[in-house]
């Protein structure tokens, strides 16, 4: 079973992918929000080409805990995914998702820029690969 794991915020979506297994999470790529439209016409194409079974978006808390107004947008986007696709969405806490990919990249010593370029991606595969730690 693939999963398609998406990072959806305001201007852009991180998206990784699982393996086939379900074990590890690779980050795919960003996509630049235009419309509802473009949006799920570029992830059409992420669907097929790797035989999508489910989404797991995150879901923005705040660092207590609680729900803020952005979780609202993200279960209205994952409403249209529903009914785009017809595929189950799933949903994971995001919070610190940024931060950890941020470290990564730092760890990894990679430029501020090229940093803001696969940022969002990276989060995605953070978001995705703890989801698939905690399903195992």
């Known amino acids: 079973m693939r999963i398609l794991g998406l990072d959806v915020g305001e201007k ?38 790797y035989a999508v079974d489910k989404f797991v978006l995150g879901l923005p808390r705040r660092t207590d805990g609680s729900y803020g107004p952005e979780v609202e947008k993200i279960y209205l ?19 610190f998702s940024t931060v950890a990919a941020q470290r990564i990249l730092l760890e990894g010593d990679v430029s501020r820029a090229k940093r803001r ?11 995705l690969q703890a989801y698939l730690d905690r399903k195992r």
């Open 12 to 49: 852009t979506i991180g998206v990784a992918v699982s393996d086939l297994m379900g074990w590890t999470a690779q980050p795919v790529q960003v996509v630049r929000r235009k419309s509802l439209t473009e949006d799920l016409a570029a992830l059409r194409l992420l669907v097929e080409e």
């Open 77 to 95: 986007f994952a409403a249209e995914l529903e009914r785009e696709f017809g595929l189950p969405v799933e949903y994971w806490d995001e919070r």
């Open 117 to 127: 370029k696969v940022i969002d991606k990276l989060a995605a595969a953070v978001i």
